[in-house]
């Protein structure tokens, strides 16, 4: 009789990719959950009305949200290291540069920007864990 025994070891997956996917996914996915204090940081360090700073995050919000559903059905074909690095340095370039900001329609470009790149980052962190899933 044959030795039909299943091997259930599983390699697991690389440590820098594991850290790098986490990575995507906190600076990704902390725009949405720290927005309340985004508003409250623009209400009060640059004396926007409670209006204003809605709109500037929502803007990045809308941003990140439309970003991450127009690319993530061409991700599986196009992901690789430079594009999440690129990705990584646009929203950071953005991020600082918002800081800059003196105009309020300056800040709601850039933090636009910023969301481009945040939805980039937030979608490529789920297509790593679903490329990493074994069931269907």
Do not use: H, K
């Not at 902390?30 to 640059?46: C, E, K, N, T």
């Not at 800040?107 to 269907?136: D, F, H, Q």
């Amino acid at each position: 009789m044959a030795n039909l025994a299943i091997n259930s070891f599983t390699p697991r997956d690389p440590t820098s990719l594991v850290v790098g996917a986490t990575a995507c996914q906190v600076i990704g996915g902390l725009v949405p959950q720290m927005s309340p204090f985004v508003v409250a940081g623009l209400i009060d360090g640059l004396a926007l009305t409670e209006r204003d700073a809605g709109m500037v995050a929502s803007a990045e919000l809308l941003a990140l949200a439309t970003t991450a559903i127009l690319i993530a059905p061409v991700l599986p074909r196009v992901f690789s290291r430079r594009a999440a690095i690129f990705a990584l340095v646009f929203t950071l370039v953005a991020q600082t540069a918002s800081v800059a900001a003196d105009g309020w329609a300056a800040l709601i470009l850039l933090r636009s920007l910023a969301g481009i790149g945040e939805g980039a980052l937030y979608a490529m962190s789920l297509c790593i864990v679903a490329s990493r899933c074994r069931n269907p």
